[in-house]
């Protein structure tokens, strides 16, 4: 699943290829939006709230979209198109007046009604790092108040918004942090500044989108997230791997080093 930063990217591609553009043509091709007609309006900006995009037209309007586990956006240039055997996984479809057009494809969530509701339908989410406004001390306050292992804890989107799967086991290493240590033991203030400082710099660093070890030669560039088997880059024990929830169909699964990571074993 796409997390806080790769939605952050995704948002700014999209700004530059349509905001402040009136749209030629605008669809929504899912059941509960399928009637509506975006053409002539004005598309205002993106933004984000974690893993959430949000296109906001004029009229008070937003489109609010996920990625989850199967959508993907993609751009084409003024005059072409998508494969037509594409067109079955359009579920949105923006078309600036003589430029380029914007499609979102099997997107799990195409939802599009005012602004004020929008917002108010995400309004659970904690706190974003990406966000000039980050409020830093809620978020590191949330953390301290959760007895859950400290790895569940990061990937609760109520807690903080953004960080996903690939930070939360990066984090708990970078930290010295067995993954199942409890929230509430945590330094919540450093860990919630070291989330801010990676996650911006993912987002700001030419080639380090994700990048937790400095080092972008495949294979290298995570300390333990994907690396199940192979020895740890800094100590050479072999890193572990389970499955944080059993069938999950979002695969999430948790790495760790048992000498960098000291800790509880998983309950």
């Known amino acids: 699943m796409p997390e806080g930063d790769t939605v952050h990217a995704l948002a700014a591609r999209l700004r530059a290829a349509l905001d402040g553009r009136e749209l030629a043509e605008g669809r929504l091709n899912v059941p509960a939006h399928a009637t509506e007609n975006l053409a002539g309006r004005t598309i205002q900006r993106h933004r984000t709230h974690g893993k959430h995009l949000l296109t906001d037209l004029d009229g008070d309007l937003t489109l609010h979209t996920h990625l989850r586990m199967t959508g993907s956006w993609t751009v084409t240039a003024p005059g072409r198109r998508l494969p037509r055997r594409l067109d079955p996984d359009v579920r949105v479809r923006l078309a600036v007046r003589d430029g380029p057009t914007a499609y979102g494809l099997l997107l799990p ?3 599009f009604s005012t602004t004020r509701d929008v917002d108010a339908a995400l309004s659970y989410l904690g706190p974003d790092p990406l966000h000039d406004d980050f409020d830093a001390a809620q978020a590191a306050a949330n953390i301290a108040r959760d007895p859950r292992p400290i790895v569940a804890v990061l990937l609760d989107q109520r807690v903080m918004a953004g960080p996903g799967n690939l930070w939360a086991n990066e984090l708990c290493f970078l930290r010295g942090l067995g993954p199942w240590v409890p929230a509430c033991d ?4 450093r860990l919630v500044a070291l989330t801010r400082k990676a996650m911006r710099h993912s987002v700001s660093t030419p080639r380090a989108m994700q990048v937790t070890t400095g080092d972008t030669r495949p294979g290298r560039q995570h300390w333990v997230a994907g690396r199940a088997g192979k020895p740890c880059l800094r100590c050479g024990t072999t890193v572990r791997v389970v499955a944080e929830v059993p069938g999950d169909p ?18």
């Open 250 to 267: 979002e695969r999430r699964r948790t790495w760790w080093c048992p000498h960098c990571q000291p800790g509880p074993e998983r309950p």
């Open 109 to 111: 969530v195409v939802e």
């Open 186 to 189: 945590v330094d919540t203030t």
